[in-house]
C-alpha cells in the first residue's frame, strides 16, 4: 500500500505537470490562434489590393489597346502624310532658294535691309519700291552694275584709308589734349605759385618801412589789385586803392610793386625815372637803400634818374655816381 501511496503521489505531480504543460500549450495555442487571425486579415486585404491592381492592370491594357488603335488608324497616317507634305514643302524651298539666289545673292539683300519677318505682301510692295528706285537710279546714272560696284569698292577703299587717317589723327589729338591738359595744370599751379611769390616779395619790400599788403591778380578778369595796411592805421582796415595813400606813401607802395615785378624777371638794363618825387626824407633813404640793394643783388645794370640829393646813397664799386650842372636862370 505504501509502494502504491508513493507510486499513486508521483502519478498526481506527474499529472499536475501534465496540466499545467497542457495549460501552457493551450495558451500558445490561443496566441498561435489569434497571430493567425492578424495575418490572415492582412491576407486577406493584400489579396483585395492584389485583386484592385489587376482590374486596373485590365483597365490600362484596354486603355493602352485602344489608343494604339488610333494612331495606327488615324494619328499615324496624319503623321505620315503631314511629313510627305514637308518633305514636299522643303524640297520646293530649297529650289526657290536657288533661283532667288541667282536673281539676287542674299548678301545683297542684307545691305537694303534684309526680309526676316516680313509677309508676302510686304515683300511686293518692297520689291515694288525697290524696282521704282533702280528705274529712277538707271536713269540717273547710265553706268552699269560692274561700274558702279567697281566704283563702290573704289569708294569703300577711299573711306577706309580716310578712317585709318583719322583714327590717326584722333590718337595725335588725344595726345594733344593729355599734354595740353598737362601743361594747364603746369600752367595754373606756377601762376598760382608766381602770384603767392608777387605777394611775399611785395610784402617783404614793404616791410622795410613798417608796411604790409597783399596783391591780387584775377587771371580770368585780366585784373590786378594792391592792398595796403599802414601801421599808423588803428582801424585795420585795409586800403584797396593806392589812390587812398598820401604821396610818399603811394609812391613807395609803386616802388615795392615794381621791385617785386623786376625780382620775377629778367633784363640786363633796367632805369627808374624821378621815383622819389613825392616822398619824404626818411622814405627817400629807405627807398634809395632799397633799389641800390636790390640791383647789387640782381647783377643787371640799373639807372636812377632823381633830381634831389644823393649823398645819401651808399658807397660800393659798382655805384657810381653822376651829378649834373645846375641849370642856369
Not at 530649297?94 to 515683300?123: F, H, M, N, W
Not at 590717326?168 to 600752367?187: M, T
Amino acid at each position: 500500500m505504501h509502494e502504491k501511496e508513493n507510486s499513486l503521489e508521483k502519478l498526481q505531480v506527474r499529472l499536475k505537470e501534465a496540466d499545467n504543460k497542457a495549460n501552457d500549450v493551450k495558451v500558445s495555442f490561443e496566441n498561435l490562434c489569434e497571430s493567425a487571425k492578424v495575418e490572415i486579415g492582412a491576407l486577406e486585404e493584400a489579396e483585395r489590393e492584389l485583386m484592385m491592381i489587376d482590374k486596373d492592370l485590365k483597365d490600362a491594357e484596354l486603355k493602352k489597346n485602344h489608343y494604339e488603335d488610333v494612331m495606327s488608324t488615324k494619328v499615324l497616317s496624319q503623321l505620315k502624310a503631314a511629313e510627305a507634305e514637308y518633305q514636299d514643302l522643303e524640297h520646293r524651298r530649297r529650289e526657290s532658294y536657288e533661283k532667288a539666289s541667282i536673281i539676287c545673292p542674299e548678301s545683297e539683300l542684307e545691305t537694303v535691309g534684309g526680309c526676316d519677318g516680313s509677309t508676302p505682301e510686304q515683300l511686293s510692295a518692297q520689291l515694288t519700291r525697290l524696282s521704282q528706285r533702280l528705274q529712277q537710279e538707271s536713269r540717273r546714272h547710265p553706268e552699269s552694275i560692274e561700274d558702279l560696284r567697281m566704283l563702290y569698292n573704289k569708294k569703300e577703299c577711299k573711306i577706309l584709308r580716310k578712317q585709318q587717317t583719322y583714327k590717326a589723327f584722333r590718337e595725335k589729338l588725344g595726345a594733344c589734349h593729355k599734354a595740353l591738359d598737362l601743361r594747364w595744370s603746369k600752367f595754373q599751379r606756377n601762376a598760382t605759385l608766381l602770384k603767392r611769390q608777387l605777394t611775399w616779395q611785395f610784402n617783404g619790400h614793404l616791410g622795410k618801412k613798417g608796411i604790409s599788403g597783399h596783391i591780387k591778380v584775377n587771371y580770368e578778369e585780366k585784373t590786378l589789385s594792391i592792398e595796403v595796411k599802414m601801421p599808423q592805421d588803428a582801424s585795420s582796415s585795409n586800403v584797396h586803392d593806392t589812390r587812398g595813400l598820401s604821396g610818399g606813401e603811394r609812391s613807395f607802395s609803386t616802388l615795392c610793386f615794381a621791385l617785386a615785378l623786376h625780382e620775377m624777371t629778367e633784363a640786363p638794363f633796367r632805369a627808374m625815372d624821378e621815383f622819389d618825387v613825392f616822398m619824404d626824407a626818411v622814405s627817400r633813404k629807405i627807398s634809395l637803400d632799397a633799389v641800390v640793394d636790390f640791383a647789387l643783388a640782381q647783377g643787371s645794370q640799373w639807372i636812377f634818374i632823381t633830381p634831389h640829393d644823393i649823398s645819401m646813397v651808399k658807397q660800393d664799386e659798382r655805384v657810381k655816381k653822376q651829378q649834373m650842372a645846375a641849370p642856369r636862370s
